[in-house]
């Protein structure tokens, strides 16, 4: 069973850092592009970064360009968002979610397993 578990959200203050982890579990995540997704109270979810499985190329949202950075770790099925320079805008729920394809938009519709999510709150 293909299972996605995320972790390392809480509290920061702003200009502060988190890395957020995505554990998988049922399936090589090599074989899958990963997102990282979020939604802030009252707004859509939004692609926050992907990353490809067939290059390993990488997606970031606008505002997050310099700050985020996400990465993949194969040997322990895992994918990284680490986020520094957090700002109070950032404050949501994260997920991550993975797709067994390639070449596709870095949106939650592309995507068609997810974890349960973990909040990040940034305080000003």
């Known amino acids: 069973q293909l299972q996605l578990v995320e972790s390392g959200g809480g509290l920061v203050q702003s200009g502060g850092s988190l890395r957020l982890s995505c554990a998988a579990s049922?399936?090589?995540?090599?074989?899958?592009?990963i997102g990282w997704f979020r939604q802030a109270p009252g707004k859509e979810r939004e692609g926050v970064s992907c990353?490809?499985?067939?290059?390993?190329?990488?997606y970031y949202l606008d505002s997050v360009k310099g700050r985020f950075t996400i990465s993949r770790d194969n040997a322990k099925n895992t994918v990284y968002l680490q986020m520094n320079s957090l700002k109070p805008e950032d404050t949501a729920v994260y997920y991550c979610?993975?797709?067994?394809?390639?070449?596709?938009?870095?949106?939650?519709?592309?995507?068609?397993?997810w974890g349960k999510g973990t909040l990040v709150t940034v305080s000003s």
């Open positions: 990353i490809s499985r067939r290059d390993g190329s990488t």
């Open positions: 979610a993975a797709v067994m394809a390639a070449g596709i938009p870095c949106g939650p519709r592309s995507m068609n397993s």
């Open positions: 049922g399936f090589t995540l090599d074989y899958f592009t």
